[in-house]
């Protein structure tokens, strides 16, 4: 962990604020807490709005990973009879699938706002997504959320900060 910190600190001439992994162990976010400095970490799997985690005398929040939004996930969801594996591209879900699916994730969640500020976490992998029949949905998606009021695109850093100014709330 401390090495690819430091690759990137050094490449991007900046100090990271949070940390993500795809497979987070039972130790990362005792790590995590223990021996950095992150604001936040978007390792769990487990929510669709962001929480506290406290240990070793320090806080973070938690940007929980949310699967509908990595569309890696729809070739194993639409292709039972290919080898699973959510990186194979070529046996992916038709374009048509994944802009259905982001549409359906999104309006259950925006419903769902009207009561209490959530996300929609987008996982962009470049050799996935960056490939025509996975951008093509997502740029659809996007300039479609883009129309619904209140609907905004951040980055982790600035979902952190606005969620502290006004939604954190601390454990005991």
Request: glycine share 4%; charged share 25%; net charge negative.
């Amino acid at each position: 962990m401390r090495k690819t910190v430091t690759v990137f600190e050094d490449m991007l001439s900046e100090h990271l604020r949070g940390w993500r992994t795809c497979f987070a162990s039972h130790n990362t976010i005792d790590l995590i807490l223990e021996h950095f400095d992150f604001e936040w970490d978007t390792s769990r799997w487990n929510d669709d709005r962001p929480y506290i985690l406290e240990g070793h005398g320090r806080e973070m929040i938690e940007i929980p990973f949310f699967a509908p939004g990595d569309p890696a996930y729809s070739t194993q969801i639409t292709q039972p009879f290919a080898p699973p594996s959510q990186y194979s591209t070529w046996a992916s879900a038709p374009p048509e699938f994944t802009l259905r699916a982001y549409k359906a994730v999104f309006h259950a969640l925006y419903e769902t706002s009207k009561e209490q500020a959530c996300m929609f976490p987008l996982t962009i992998h470049d050799f996935i997504t960056g490939r025509p029949a996975k951008s093509k949905p997502l740029d659809e998606f996007i300039a479609y959320a883009k129309q619904f009021e209140g609907v905004v695109f951040t980055t982790h850093d600035e979902l952190a900060t606005w969620w502290r100014a006004n939604y954190q709330v601390k454990t005991s």
